[in-house]
């Protein structure tokens, strides 16, 4: 991977982001890999086809990431689990229509796909998931 | 000296996610936490500040008179950072004639947004 990469390696990723439950910090970090994939692919010619493969793969690898937080929050009683469960619903809707504008031709939207999830995956890991869901202390 | 900044929020999760980057992002900070309508109106009016967080609505308080209470009250000058998750153009605007200095759209990158704050801070 280009070492250049301004997510995941170069800037967002830290301590901060870990919850300490080893499944689901590699399961954060790998949506910043593919981010990063993404930003590569975005500086080459030629890619449509590739990105549109690691939006489909971020997309259910979202899913599976999702279900396995629901789980975690299920098995542990989690008090605000509809909540979190819609804003994961959210999220994967949002990403689908980026997706389908970036495949109806609208290639611009990809950097606005990425900053979204960007942010989105930052906020609700140090926002909701470190702090809340995988807090020892609340559970 | 020691930069003196408001977080004012009734969210716990969204205090105890600032403090823990602002401590460790911004060098000789000292936070204040304000959670209640109650708490607001014991900041001291003319007391030096350098920077406001403000966070969203009190049960008895809208954000903007929050915002209100902060510039025409308190007399803040500094920065007040405006967090919310509406993001219509008439509250923007609204938001920024009372006294607002940045909108904040939640959601945000927090580190991103913290070492934003540092840089203001350092100038």
Request: proline share 1%; with cysteine.
């Amino acid at each position: 991977m280009n070492s250049n990469n301004k997510f995941y390696e170069n800037r967002v990723w830290s301590d901060d982001c870990l919850v300490g439950i080893d499944i689901i910090d590699n399961q954060h970090k790998n949506f910043f890999r593919m981010l990063d994939e993404l930003v590569s692919l975005n500086s080459m010619k030629d890619k449509e086809n590739e990105i549109i493969q690691i939006i489909n793969k971020f997309e259910q690898y979202a899913a599976y990431h999702f279900s396995t937080e629901e789980g975690f929050m299920d098995k542990n009683n989690y008090p605000d689990i509809e909540r979190h469960k819609n804003l994961h619903k959210l999220f994967a809707k949002k990403i689908m229509f980026f997706k389908n504008e970036y495949i109806n031709g609208n290639h611009e939207i990809l950097e606005e796909m990425m900053d979204y999830a960007r942010k989105w995956l930052l906020y609700h890991i140090l926002y909701m998931d470190v702090n809340a869901i995988f807090d020892r202390s609340l559970i | 000296m020691e930069k003196k900044i408001l977080i004012i929020s009734r969210d716990i999760f969204f205090h105890k996610l600032l403090k823990k980057l602002m401590e460790k992002n911004i060098k000789n900070c000292e936070l204040f936490i304000y959670k209640s309508k109650r708490e607001i109106d014991r900041i001291s009016q003319d007391s030096k500040i350098d920077f406001v967080v403000l966070d969203g609505e009190f049960n008895s308080l809208s954000a903007f008179e929050v915002l209100r209470i902060l510039r025409v009250e308190k007399r803040i000058i500094a920065p007040i950072w405006f967090f919310s998750d509406i993001d219509r153009k008439d509250y923007i605007y609204k938001a920024y004639a009372i006294g607002a200095s940045k909108i904040i759209k939640k959601t945000f990158d927090p580190i991103e947004i913290v070492n934003d704050i540092a840089n203001i801070l350092n100038k």
